[in-house]
């Protein structure tokens, strides 16, 4: 070892030769056991099933699906590995089990859907509403052109189309309102969740009329009972009503 090996402290380079034949000579370190096995008598996928103790708790079982064999037909030595099944479910999955647990959208969503899905179908009814009345209504004038025409379609589609939109999108309010009020406060006392569609059917009607009267807050709300039930018939068609 020279002088100036000593002063930066640096090895010799028999030492460092040692050094590499014995890095070199000592066995490679074993895999530890609690990695999981990745040979051929081993699967490497696995089908996982979900947490039984959520599905449970939110009343719902785990899905129970057909068993389907991506490698049928075919030969174990041409796949080199034993054949796996996989499960496939029959109904929608989770990318987490906790979304399971929920049966309706927030009262936020609820209240876009309706509120917005009322407005459109106003608006479309105020639409064909207003083109009923121009082909069955004749002008006046004699001369009428096809820019007059174009002017007086807009005109009438859009003087039905305003009040009908303005009017089922507040009813669309009213009722996603209601009822997302009504279940709230209604569903830890036992309520279904039909009875508190059909409150916030009377709810809805009676707050659309009451500047006309009592009784035609009444009548009205009667008639958001029957447009309630309408809705719960679908949802059983439809769930995503």
């Given amino acids: ?31 530890a056991s609690s990695l999981p096995s990745t040979s051929a008598a081993h699967d490497a996928l696995r089908d996982v099933q979900p947490n039984a103790t959520l599905l449970g708790a939110a009343g719902l079982s785990a899905p129970q699906g057909k068993l389907y064999n ?88 859009g003087s039905f189309a305003r009040p009908w939109s303005n009017s089922c999108g507040i009813l669309g309010l009213f009722f996603s309102g209601a009822e997302s009020l009504y279940v709230y406060q209604l569903e830890p006392y036992g309520v279904p969740d039909n009875a508190c569609t059909l409150l916030a059917g009377f709810t809805s009607g009676a707050l659309f009329r009451l500047p006309r009267g009592p009784r035609q807050a009444v009548v009205a709300g009667a008639v958001g009972v029957v447009a309630a039930g309408g809705i719960t018939a679908l949802r059983k068609v439809f769930p995503s009503l």
Avoid at 7 to 31: C, F, I, N
Avoid at 83 to 91: A, S
Wanted: neutral net charge; aromatic residues 10%.
């Fill in 1 to 31: 070892m020279g002088f100036l090996d000593r002063l930066t402290g640096r090895k010799p380079r028999s030492e460092e030769a040692a050094a590499s034949v014995e890095a070199t000579s000592s066995p490679a370190p074993e895999p």
């Fill in 70 to 157: 991506p490698y049928e037909g075919l030969s174990t030595q041409a796949i080199g590995t034993k054949p796996h099944l996989f499960r496939l479910p029959e109904q929608p999955e989770f990318v987490f089990e906790e979304e399971a647990s929920v049966r309706r959208r927030d009262w936020t969503q609820h209240l876009q859907f309706y509120c917005g899905g009322g407005y459109l179908a106003g608006g479309v009814v105020g639409v064909g509403a207003g083109l009923y009345k121009f082909v069955v209504t004749k002008p006046e004038i004699v001369t009428d052109t096809l820019k007059l025409k174009t002017n007086r379609l807009l005109n009438t589609c």
